[in-house]
């Protein structure tokens, strides 16, 4: 990947070891975790202007459907 750009970010302790946690748990490093998440981020935008709710849902064993939206902050 050409032109490249390094950056450093500050995370709060619980942040860092949530991230960690889940880039170990995929076996990605910490930039391909960030490059992932960006990309879902910008995916999720996209959506949400297109009109659409981004969420998740499950069928449960009784029939009945759990739903949530989430909402990016503007």
């Known amino acids: 990947m050409a032109g490249k750009v390094k950056i450093t970010l500050d ?3 619980r942040l860092s070891e949530q991230m ?3 880039r170990q748990k995929r076996g990605i490093t910490k930039a391909d975790f960030f490059r992932q998440s960006l990309g879902l981020l910008f995916a999720m935008e996209k959506a949400q202007q297109e009109g ?3 969420g998740a849902y499950r069928h449960n064993p009784d029939g009945s ?3 949530r939206v989430f909402l990016l902050p503007r």
Do not use: C, I, K, R
């Open 65 to 67: 459907t759990d739903q």
């Open 52 to 54: 659409f709710n981004v």
């Open 20 to 22: 960690e946690e889940a």
């Open 11 to 13: 995370l709060s302790e």
